[in-house]
């Protein structure tokens, strides 16, 4: 047999067409079939409708295989349109998910982006309640007990390129200024920075603004940073670990003044999943509200109570409070601390740090959205929707065939080939005793023939 070498192979003039297709991934194969037996396409397609014409116009991206695309960007842990654009283009397995014929190809970034910015975010927030209906209807939405939390997304603008609000001058040209003013003609950097160093309040949102994205705001991340960013809310139900509702706020927002945001959009958005899913065990509204220290005030306990909301709040250490004229704040603040030092408070208090952040690990961790591609809350929003609303998907797939991620098939099936090596050994060192001398002769040459156990699980 000669050697070959690259390059001397001639191009085919027809390609069979089973060499075009592949025998596809199962975890996407299982999330098709779900999909497909629940008419998600005719029901994106039927959403979309208004935003296109019905016959001028070549046909666009099909608005199943957009948020086909963006369910895509979660599940493998792309964060940019680009990335997700480039995957489509490099797997058989993704094109047979999105359902694309051979002589079609994958959208590219531009396509996807386009579509973005043509669909609003309400038929997004319609999709994501869709997908509560699923849950709804394989009875993994209770939404009685619903705990909130934030974390922090660092945005698509940089800190050096503030601007004041009242006259939008740059941060650099506004050290210069007050340089002059002190009495320093031409100030060097080291000027500027002895200024700057003695300055109280430099980094005030009331004052500076970023030209880039409006929306975000000066604030302190979680590895410490202070860097432009925005505040991200999950509302999730504490029984199951679905995410019920998703907004987003500026970065330096105070939990406080947001929750109440976030509670009625579950609320909201529980009302539709149980139109949509099993209206015998979704509930209709919220019960129960869990959330950490953060959230706790008088006014947050008052606004709770009045709403007919139970409240499990940690209450952080004050010094002792007076209550001349509140006595509806101080009976709320008493009730919740009497409702959190309970044996179900204590319960949901250990529950909130496993299930709260576990949401947070997987669709910015994992999910690869800890750093925003996008600006403007309506376009972030967008994208967010559709990556928790896979995470969603994510807990029905493990509900269903016991796997909820593409790599979690691949630790499963390790995880199986390593017990069956292991059973295998067990066999074989029973076999082995005394007065047995041939069996154990078996035995190992059994052993020794098969492939070592690190072997079949790499």
């Given at each position: 047999?000669?050697?070959?070498?690259?390059?001397?192979?001639?191009?085919?003039?027809?390609v069979p067409y089973k060499q075009m297709r592949s025998g596809g991934h199962?975890?996407?194969?299982?999330?098709?079939?779900?999909?497909?037996?629940?008419?998600?396409?005719?029901?994106?397609?039927?959403?979309?409708?208004?935003?296109?014409?019905?016959?001028?116009?070549?046909?666009?991206?099909?608005?199943?295989?957009?948020?086909?695309?963006?369910?895509?960007?979660?599940?493998?842990?792309?964060?940019?349109?680009?990335?997700?654009?480039?995957?489509?283009?490099?797997?058989?397995?993704?094109?047979?998910?999105?359902?694309?014929?051979?002589?079609?190809?994958?959208?590219?970034?531009?396509?996807?982006?386009?579509?973005?910015?043509?669909?609003?975010?309400?038929?997004?927030?319609?999709?994501f309640t869709w997908v509560l209906g699923l849950l709804s209807k394989d009875?993994?939405?209770?939404?009685?007990?619903?705990?909130?939390?934030?974390?922090?997304?660092?945005?698509?603008?940089?800190?050096?390129?503030?601007?004041?609000?009242?006259?939008?001058?740059?941060?650099?040209?506004?050290?210069?200024?007050?340089?002059?003013?002190?009495?320093?003609?031409?100030?060097?950097?080291?000027?500027?920075?002895?200024?700057?160093?003695?300055?109280?309040?430099?980094?005030?949102?009331?004052?500076?603004?970023?030209?880039?994205?409006?929306?975000?705001?000066?604030?302190?991340?979680?590895?410490?940073?202070?860097?432009?960013?925005?505040?991200?809310?999950?509302?999730?139900?504490?029984?199951?670990?679905?995410?019920?509702?998703?907004?987003?706020?500026?970065?330096?927002?105070?939990?406080?003044?947001?929750?109440?945001?976030?509670?009625?959009?579950?609320?909201?958005?529980?009302?539709?999943?149980?139109?949509?899913?099993?209206?015998?065990?979704?509930?209709?509204?919220?019960?129960?509200?869990?959330?950490?220290?953060?959230?706790?005030?008088?006014?947050?306990?008052?606004?709770?109570?009045?709403?007919?909301?139970?409240?499990?709040?940690?209450?952080?250490?004050?010094?002792?409070?007076?209550?001349?004229?509140?006595?509806?704040?101080?009976?709320?603040?008493?009730?919740?601390?009497?409702?959190?030092?309970?044996?179900?408070?204590?319960?949901?208090?250990?529950?909130?740090?496993?299930?709260?952040?576990?949401?947070?690990?997987?669709?910015?961790?994992?999910?690869?959205?800890?750093?925003?591609?996008?600006?403007?809350?309506?376009?972030?929003?967008?994208?967010?929707?559709?990556?928790?609303?896979?995470?969603?998907?994510?807990?029905?797939?493990?509900?269903?065939?016991?796997?909820?991620?593409?790599?979690?098939?691949?630790?499963?099936?390790?995880?199986?080939?390593?017990?069956?090596?292991?059973?295998?050994?067990?066999?074989?060192?029973?076999?082995?005793?005394?007065?047995?001398?041939?069996?154990?002769?078996?035995?190992?040459?059994?052993?020794?023939?098969?492939?070592?156990?690190?072997?079949?699980?790499?």
């Amino acid at each position: 047999m000669a050697m070959g070498k690259k390059g001397d192979e001639q191009d085919e003039l027809f390609v069979p067409y089973k060499q075009m297709r592949s025998g596809g991934h199962p975890f996407y194969q299982a999330l098709d079939g779900i999909l497909r037996e629940n008419g998600f396409d005719k029901y994106a397609e039927k959403l979309c409708a208004r935003y296109y014409h019905p016959v001028v116009g070549r046909p666009g991206l099909a608005p199943g295989n957009y948020f086909r695309s963006l369910l895509v960007g979660y599940f493998e842990g792309i964060d940019s349109e680009r990335g997700i654009a480039w995957r489509l283009a490099d797997s058989l397995s993704l094109r047979e998910f999105l359902g694309l014929p051979t002589g079609k190809s994958p959208p590219d970034h531009s396509t996807l982006s386009r579509t973005r910015r043509l669909i609003d975010e309400e038929t997004h927030q319609e999709v994501f309640t869709w997908v509560l209906g699923l849950l709804s209807k394989d009875g993994l939405l209770e939404g009685k007990t619903i705990g909130v939390d934030a974390t922090t997304l660092e945005a698509n603008a940089a800190l050096r390129s503030i601007v004041r609000r009242d006259d939008f001058r740059s941060y650099q040209q506004f050290l210069t200024d007050l340089a002059k003013e002190s009495g320093i003609p031409t100030p060097t950097r080291e000027d500027l920075a002895r200024i700057d160093r003695k300055r109280k309040k430099k980094g005030s949102n009331k004052e500076w603004v970023s030209p880039n994205d409006p929306d975000a705001q000066i604030t302190r991340m979680k590895d410490g940073r202070t860097h432009i960013g925005h505040k991200q809310e999950h509302a999730v139900d504490m029984d199951s670990g679905a995410v019920v509702a998703v907004t987003l706020h500026g970065g330096a927002e105070g939990d406080t003044s947001t929750i109440d945001k976030t509670l009625d959009a579950a609320d909201e958005n529980l009302k539709k999943a149980r139109e949509k899913g099993d209206k015998s065990q979704t509930r209709e509204s919220l019960e129960e509200a869990v959330g950490d220290k953060g959230y706790h005030s008088k006014r947050v306990m008052l606004d709770l109570a009045e709403a007919g909301r139970r409240s499990y709040i940690s209450e952080p250490v004050r010094l002792r409070q007076h209550w001349d004229g509140e006595e509806a704040e101080r009976d709320a603040v008493y009730a919740n601390r009497r409702r959190k030092k309970g044996a179900r408070g204590q319960l949901l208090m250990r529950r909130r740090g496993e299930v709260l952040e576990r949401s947070f690990a997987h669709v910015l961790g994992t999910g690869g959205m800890r750093r925003t591609h996008l600006r403007f809350h309506y376009n972030i929003a967008k994208r967010m929707l559709i990556h928790v609303a896979g995470f969603n998907l994510g807990l029905l797939m493990r509900n269903r065939f016991g796997v909820g991620t593409p790599r979690g098939l691949q630790g499963r099936l390790a995880a199986v080939i390593a017990a069956f090596v292991a059973l295998i050994d067990l066999i074989a060192g029973l076999l082995a005793v005394p007065g047995r001398s041939q069996l154990a002769d078996q035995a190992a040459a059994i052993n020794s023939a098969s492939p070592s156990s690190e072997a079949l699980a790499a």
